[in-house]
């Protein structure tokens, strides 16, 4: 049974760092494209990045180009989100969801469970 | 690519018909998603390729449209369908892109 398991929740102080993890099991993430969508307290679903299944390489959301980082540990089917520089706004629930590889359509057909991260001085 | 989503809210009964649109600033054919998502829940796939039901998902839930304009129905609400609808583009990234939600309350 496919899952991905993010890590617990963070609460960090204005202009700290967080790193965020998520584990695939039951699959691998060869084949798909990894995702980080936030959402913050009452708002909508906001795309922040991805990494590619084929080289590891990332894109990430204009709004996040210069203090996000994902990463991969593919010997432990786990993605890293760095987030750094935070401030009050970057409270959100984060969560991690994959996409097919070969097939976009599919949608992201599993999530995470989702990280509270609490930006608080 | 923005996503047009509307309603933002919407009030219904049990076992009444639904139906929520999407539209597209441009063309992504049927590479729209829809996702549930229920109160400090994870979203939930319910309709990808614009049409096709997700696993598990009941049948009163349908998809239809392709290029710029597409909607969600619900048939024969059941309590358990009250909570926010979102729309996905997924024909290009980065971005991918989110409608802003339509939230369906009891009424």
């Known amino acids: 049974q496919v899952q991905l398991v993010q890590s617990g929740a963070e609460v960090k102080k204005p202009g700290a760092s967080v790193t965020l993890s998520c584990q695939a099991s039951g699959d691998t993430l060869r084949n798909y494209y990894m995702h980080w969508v936030r959402q913050a307290p009452g708002q909508g679903l906001e795309w922040m990045a991805v990494?590619?299944?084929?080289?590891?390489?990332?894109t990430y959301a204009q709004n996040f180009q210069d203090r996000v980082t994902l990463t991969r540990d593919t010997s432990t089917s786990t993605v890293y989100l760095d987030v750094s520089r935070l401030t009050f706004e970057d409270t959100a629930v984060y969560y991690c969801?994959?996409?097919?590889?070969?097939?976009?359509?599919?949608?992201?057909?599993?999530w995470g469970q989702g990280t509270l991260v609490t930006v608080s001085s | 690519i923005q996503l047009t989503q509307s309603p933002s809210s919407l009030s219904a009964s049990i076992g009444d018909r639904v139906t929520i649109t999407c539209r597209a600033s441009q063309d992504i054919s049927g590479y729209l998603a829809w996702y549930q998502q229920k109160p400090g829940r994870a979203p939930k796939l319910l309709i990808y390729a614009a049409s096709t039901l997700a696993s598990g998902v009941p049948s009163r839930f349908s998809g239809s449209g392709s290029g710029t304009d597409f909607t969600l129905a619900i048939s024969r609400l059941q309590p358990e369908d009250f909570a926010t609808y979102y729309c996905?583009?997924?024909?290009?990234?980065?971005?991918?892109?989110f409608g802003q939600g339509t939230r369906l309350d009891i009424k």
């Open positions: 996905q583009q997924v024909k290009r990234f980065p971005p991918i892109t």
């Open positions: 969801a994959r996409l097919y590889y070969y097939d976009m359509t599919t949608g992201f057909d599993y």
């Open positions: 990494i590619s299944p084929s080289d590891g390489r990332s």
